[in-house]
């Protein structure tokens, strides 16, 4: 697929920004490029625009090059550039697979952007190519958030695959609970299909949502463009410090991951043990979504005991997702819950 004809044409013929430090590769003493602050401190200087030191760690880390990493202020730059590098406004079309998360509809919004919802399955998976090739026709974006949120379903690597060899546009893979779940990344993709995108984040398993570091994994043409229309210092030094310490510590990450796995599939049969519940859905992310009758009662009760919870009931029926906290945040939920009259 010639990825140069998706792109908007505006955007192919962009001149991209140079700011000062993208200008200048090696070492020096003095800098006098950049109208900063000369006194130092410890951000007086502009942060890397490429994140060479933050990719370098996680090439090793994730597997692949350089070229197919970007890095953004959350994983929502990296929705919204794609957007406005891949979608004509009454041109292209945005796909989503509902239930699922509402940032996609959101940017599609303010870029103008038609949406299109598509469904999943009852049982919270995707549908079959075949149910909905005529109605994805109109190249786009294809977003599949896999595992999904809110439902915490996971969707095959085959059938994603299918999806991205018919479609004739961009497949927006968005794999930020991928590292609580027991299904294969997408990642390797990346090599043989040029219209993927693998979005992932360090807000979740990483336990760095305070610093907005997100990463796009995708050919380096995809990254190029997406480099070319980010500002030119859209993640803070002290955000690229921060990630860097934290994935320098793979052991503490790793332990912290398996914890709350096992902290999940305890929450889960606590919870399947209270009246109140109909279901509590299979998940391979850091949250359960269950199934009450009273949805909002349940949920006005955990509030007015200090306990927040997530009301997804306008997209699930009786739904209410449950992060996975601590073992003694999740007893205290459990106990408070017995409570419920």
């Not at 090439?59 to 929502?76: E, V, W």
């Not at 919870?271 to 109909?278: M, N, S, T, Y």
Request: with cysteine; hydrophobic share 40%.
């Amino acid at each position: 697929m010639e990825i140069k004809n998706l792109v908007r044409q505006n955007i192919r013929e962009l001149i991209a920004y140079s700011s000062a430090r993208s200008e200048f590769k090696g070492k020096a003493d003095i800098f006098l490029d950049a109208n900063e602050n000369p006194f130092q401190q410890s951000y007086n200087r502009y942060p890397d625009p490429q994140q060479s030191e933050l990719k370098q760690l996680l090439s090793r880390y994730k597997g692949c090059n350089i070229d197919n990493i970007f890095i953004g202020n959350g994983s929502d730059e990296a929705i919204d550039l794609l957007l406005r590098a891949f979608c004509t406004p009454r041109k292209n079309l945005c796909y989503q697979f509902d239930p699922t998360y509402g940032m996609y509809q959101v940017s599609a919004a303010i870029n103008d952007i038609t949406l299109k919802r598509l469904t999943l399955t009852s049982d919270f998976q995707l549908p079959s190519w075949k149910s909905i090739e005529d109605v994805v026709r109109i190249p786009g974006l294809m977003f599949i958030c896999s595992p999904n949120n809110p439902t915490g379903s996971s969707f095959s690597v085959d059938t994603i695959e299918e999806y991205a060899d018919n479609f004739e546009g961009i497949v927006v893979i968005d794999e930020a609970y991928i590292d609580f779940s027991s299904q294969e990344s997408c990642l390797q993709l990346i090599q043989s299909h040029s219209n993927i995108v693998v979005l992932q984040t360090l807000s979740k398993a990483y336990g760095l949502a305070g610093i907005r570091v997100g990463m796009a994994f995708a050919n380096s043409e995809i990254i190029s463009i997406l480099n070319k229309i980010k500002p030119p210092y859209n993640v803070s030094s002290s955000s690229i410090d921060l990630a860097i310490k934290r994935l320098n510590n793979k052991t503490i990450v790793n332990e912290e991951i398996q914890l709350i796995i096992k902290e999940r599939e305890h929450l889960k049969m606590a919870l399947e043990a209270l009246p109140f519940v109909e279901k509590v859905y299979p998940s391979g992310a850091n949250f359960l979504l269950i199934k009450v009758e009273e949805p909002l009662r349940i949920y006005n009760y955990l509030k007015d005991a200090g306990i927040i919870i997530r009301d997804q009931s306008n997209k699930v029926k009786g739904g209410l997702r449950i992060s996975i906290g601590t073992p003694s945040e999740n007893a205290q939920l459990i106990k408070t819950l017995k409570s419920v009259q």
